[in-house]
């Protein structure tokens, strides 16, 4: 590029700065350009920030709600537990009873065998695994956690081997139930003398010291009475519908 080229580029380029910045009538149109540009970059920026705010807003009172819900679950058996304790305590007047429940929430793994719906491996903090223990769902008794080769078994109510002490009717007449691979469970060992009845309602007995006293296991749908002792077959509140947690008691007092 010669001399002469170079002075008239820097010239011209002199006189098209000096248009833009003193001719309003060159001036404005590129500043509406670069204003819209500038408005429409901020909006989007503005609105791409409000969307992750709100994001992580929800993510977090989701997380907050989700570890709420967990802590009322767990709450909600404690006090079943423990209103059924201060109730049997009105009832003597020398106690000493001591309350310590512990419950954990605990998380299924899997079915211990395909096509078995009533055993699931559990994953469970610091297992004892010389103990049995009661397994809960929504404050509804669900079955009991056996160990099998060391590890958490929960054997849900349907299962032949799921058995814990209960009472049955106003009367609480005590009972052993478990369960029959079928939709209803069997109460046996039910002393002839109680009246029971269809309808009367399951509840856990706590005699075990499996659960507490009182849970909701399900209701009478027929009696049957043989050799001084009756059985009855019980509709259950719990239909196995393998949730992924559950409710574990770890210790009844």
């Not at 011209?12 to 248009?19: D, N, S």
């Not at 833009?20 to 500043?31: E, K």
């Not at 799921?162 to 469970?185: D, K, M, R």
Request: one cysteine or more; charged letters at 20%; aromatic letters at 12%.
């Amino acid at each position: 590029m010669n001399k002469g080229l170079l002075s008239f580029f820097l010239i011209f380029t002199a006189l098209i700065m000096g248009a833009l910045y003193y001719t309003d009538i060159i001036q404005s149109p590129f500043i509406s350009v670069l204003n819209k540009i500038k408005t429409n970059y901020h909006a989007s920026s503005e609105y791409v920030e409000k969307q992750i705010q709100k994001h992580l807003y929800q993510a977090k009172h989701i997380e907050e709600l989700n570890e709420k819900i967990k802590k009322y679950e767990n709450n909600c058996l404690i006090i079943e537990q423990l209103s059924y304790d201060i109730n049997n305590l009105f009832l003597e007047s020398f106690s000493d009873l001591k309350i310590d429940p512990d419950v954990e929430l605990v998380r299924t793994i899997s079915y211990q065998k395909f096509g078995d719906l009533n055993r699931v491996w559990l994953e469970v903090n610091d297992y004892n695994a010389s103990k049995i223990y009661g397994l809960v769902y929504n404050n509804l008794v669900a079955g009991i956690v056996i160990s099998q080769n060391d590890r958490p078994l929960g054997l849900l109510n349907s299962d032949l081997k799921s058995s814990y002490a209960v009472y049955v009717g106003a009367q609480n007449a005590p009972g052993i139930i478990h369960g029959n691979n079928s939709n209803h469970l069997i109460v046996k060992f039910i002393p002839a003398w109680f009246l029971i009845n269809e309808g009367d309602k399951v509840i856990t007995s706590g005699l075990d010291e499996i659960f507490f006293q009182g849970l909701n296991v399900g209701v009478v749908v027929s009696v049957t009475k043989s050799q001084g002792y009756q059985s009855a077959v019980v509709e259950p509140f719990y239909k196995a519908n393998a949730p992924n947690y559950f409710h574990m008691i770890k210790k009844v007092k």
